[in-house]
Nanobody, 123 residues
Framework: QVQLVESGGGLVQAGGSLRLSCAAS????????MGWFRQTPGKEREFVSS????????YYGDSVKGRFTISRDNAKDTVYLQMNSLKPEDTAVYYC????????????????WGQGTQVTVSS
């Protein structure tokens, strides 16, 4: 199973930017679709974005379209989430996910998860 470690979270003012990274190890990175989800206390994990194995396709949740960009560097076994024009409602723990086959919006079908990184956007 692939191991995932997120980094890059922190505190930022509304309108600012952050870039999250997720480093993968343990398996062939290019055999995995990669995704980002986020979660706040008491709520279900929300789909943010995903990218296909060869970066041929990307998908975004409606709440982040036009502001967030997902990318991957297969040479570095890393997936990124560039977050611009951040809003207080983007505050959440952000999780990286990986799966051999699935790259959709339902968290229950993703096979591997990182430990999460906190993003806090102040107003």
């Amino acid at each position: 199973q692939v191991q995932l470690v997120e980094s890059g979270g922190g505190l930022v003012q509304a309108g600012g930017s952050l870039r999250l990274s997720c480093a993968a190890s343990g398996r062939t990175f290019t055999s995995y679709s990669m995704g980002w989800f986020r979660q706040t206390p008491g709520k279900e994990r929300e789909f943010v974005s995903s990218i296909a194995r060869r970066a041929t396709s990307t998908y975004y949740g409606d709440s982040v379209k036009g502001r967030f960009t997902i990318s991957r560097d297969n040479a570095k076994d890393t997936v990124y989430l560039q977050m611009n024009s951040l809003k207080p409602e983007d505050t959440a723990v952000y999780y990286c996910a990986a799966d051999h086959e699935y790259y959709g919006t339902s968290s229950i079908y993703w096979g591997s998860w990182g430990q999460g990184t906190q993003v806090t956007v102040s107003s």
